[in-house]
């Protein structure tokens, strides 16, 4: 009885949270009485619900339209203006970029030609995908960065890691050997022919010698003496080592691990690539209206150059945490390395090459991205006077999220096809809906009508006090 009674009460210990953490703040509102303590009962729910997530954040963010109009902080009217903002236009816009990127398989043809050009030794093919990862991190969500560009490396690493295998069945490849030198001195290959082993296929296989130990002196008299005097032959059935060794294990966990860390800082390099950004850029607009000191241009000219450096370091930590302390390849000649990456760098090309020829709508796509940045760049850069000034009656009006709506609303207009088929937009709304991080959107805006709220809080208790003093 007892047992099932605990158990219950742990199936249901979220629903109990919910009902618990209310009651044991409800002193608050109900003992002290005051607009600052109702206004303090709303901060720490919502902050208790969001850390132990009870309840899915994004609903835990509609708290303050529920209680606050319920304690008369402010009207239910005010708090809904509180929960959209500039940013999420500028989220909205971005997103319809993203939206056609990943529909058109951009980022897969960038990412590609990333790794294409900084080449396929390990190193290198990491700093590739890294810097690929970083680079559309910038322009759309961490986690769509991510989502983008990981089938990438799954992919390149999957056909890397199988013409190794091929390489045990015959086809030998030094090229894919990732760690020759660590090798050498672990590793014995022998090539066995058909001529000195009749039952073996016509074939050579490139084989590993494996420590195994000592054996029994006592041997089965119906086994052939040359079979046990043949550590080649008994090493050839277990071909499986060399394509899943420990270096290409480190090597998968590197690249999954730098993707990871790239996105988080290709985010901070720009103005719209992380949402954290946005924030900070709309609180401190409403702090202060009149500075505008924030654009996409001076937040891009003092992030950059801590991106770079960020990103250089962590590849080195990663190469030199998984991969090992050999940094030979930094000051190699580009000779040297072509020849021991011939095969892999195959790989890339084939699947550079299965993308096809860039479409129309990858052109579209990218003319759009390049524009958008060259607008937000010269929109308002700081030295001198950017495109804005243009319209002097309306300073302040014009903002980046002014011109990421612009061009994402051309994605649905624009037509993905020519007049000989049925028309059909760059993208359509389920595809963005599909993308929009509703989430985010309610959680920020919960944010900010929380803010408001402990704005007017504020706002009355200081005038308060004044009429106090005055008195």
Same mark, same amino acid.
């Given at each position: 009885m007892l047992r099932s009674v605990g158990?219950?009460?742990?199936?249901?210990?979220?629903?109990?949270?919910?009902?618990?953490?209310?009651?044991?703040?409800?002193?608050?509102?109900?003992?002290?009485?005051?607009?600052?303590?109702? /206004?303090?009962?709303?901060?720490?729910?919502?902050?208790?619900?969001?850390?132990?997530?009870?309840?899915?954040? +994004?609903?835990?963010?509609?708290?303050?339209?529920?209680?606050?109009?319920?304690?008369?902080?402010? &009207? +239910?009217?005010?708090?809904?203006?509180?929960?959209?903002?500039?940013?999420?236009?500028?989220?909205?816009?971005?997103? /319809?970029?993203?939206?056609?990127?990943? &529909?058109?398989?951009?980022?897969?043809?960038?990412?590609?030609?990333?790794? +294409?050009?900084?080449?396929?030794?390990?190193?290198?093919?990491?700093?590739?995908?890294?810097?690929? /990862?970083?680079?559309? +991190?910038?322009?759309?969500?961490?986690?769509?960065?991510?989502?983008?560009?990981?089938?990438?490396?799954?992919?390149?690493?999957?056909?890397?890691? &199988?013409?190794?295998?091929?390489g045990c069945n015959g086809n030998v490849n030094p090229n894919l050997q990732l760690y020759e030198t660590d090798m050498k001195t672990e590793s014995i290959k022998k090539t066995i022919s058909n001529e000195k082993k009749p039952d073996a296929p016509a074939e050579n296989f490139t084989c590993v010698e494996i420590q195994t130990p000592p054996q029994s002196d006592q041997s089965d008299p119906a086994q052939p003496q040359s079979d046990q005097s043949d550590p080649a032959q008994a090493a050839a059935c277990a071909p499986a080592v060399v394509s899943r060794s420990q270096q290409d294990l480190m090597m998968c966990k590197a690249m999954c691990i730098g993707i990871a860390y790239s996105s988080n800082i290709g985010g901070i390099t720009t103005l719209p690539g992380t949402s954290p950004n946005l924030i900070f850029s709309e609180y401190l607009n409403q702090i202060y209206p009149e500075c505008n000191c924030i654009n996409f241009g001076n937040w891009l000219l003092m992030c950059l150059p801590i991106s770079v450096i960020m990103l250089l370091l962590t590849w080195i930590w990663l190469y030199w945490l998984f991969l090992g302390s050999d940094f030979t390849f930094l000051w190699q000649c580009d000779g040297v390395q072509s020849g021991k990456e011939k095969a892999a760098r195959k790989v890339i090309e084939e699947e550079y090459k299965s993308l096809g020829a860039i479409r129309p709508q990858e052109i579209f796509t990218g003319m759009v991205f390049l524009l958008m940045v060259l607008l937000w760049l010269t929109r308002s850069p700081g030295f001198m006077p950017g495109w804005a000034s243009l319209f002097p009656h309306h300073s302040g009006y014009i903002t980046d999220a002014t011109v990421a709506l612009l061009l994402g609303f051309l994605f649905f207009i624009i037509p993905a096809h020519g007049p000989d088929k049925k028309y059909e937009a760059m993208i359509s709304w389920e595809e963005f809906q599909a993308l929009m991080p509703w989430k985010v959107a309610l959680l920020v805006g919960g944010g900010f009508a929380l803010a408001e709220g402990a704005k007017v809080v504020f706002t009355f208790l200081s005038e308060k006090n004044a009429s106090n003093s005055s008195q």
């Open positions: 158990r219950g009460l742990w199936n249901y210990r979220s629903v109990i949270f919910v009902i618990l953490i209310p009651l044991l703040l409800l002193p608050l509102p109900l003992v002290i009485r005051t607009k600052v303590a109702e /206004c303090a009962f709303v901060l720490l729910l919502m902050a208790v619900f969001w850390v132990t997530e009870v309840i899915p954040l +994004s609903m835990t963010a509609m708290l303050p339209a529920l209680l606050f109009p319920m304690f008369g902080i402010m &009207k +239910s009217s005010n708090v809904a203006k509180a929960y959209f903002k500039d940013f999420h236009f500028l989220l909205m816009g971005v997103i /319809c970029l993203a939206t056609s990127i990943e &529909k058109w398989g951009l980022h897969r043809r960038i990412a590609l030609r990333l790794v +294409s050009m900084v080449g396929v030794n390990p190193a290198w093919l990491m700093l590739g995908f890294m810097s690929g /990862c970083a680079f559309i +991190s910038m322009w759309v969500q961490n986690t769509s960065a991510v989502t983008m560009v990981m089938p990438i490396v799954e992919a390149v690493l999957q056909q890397i890691l &199988k013409a190794k295998e091929l």
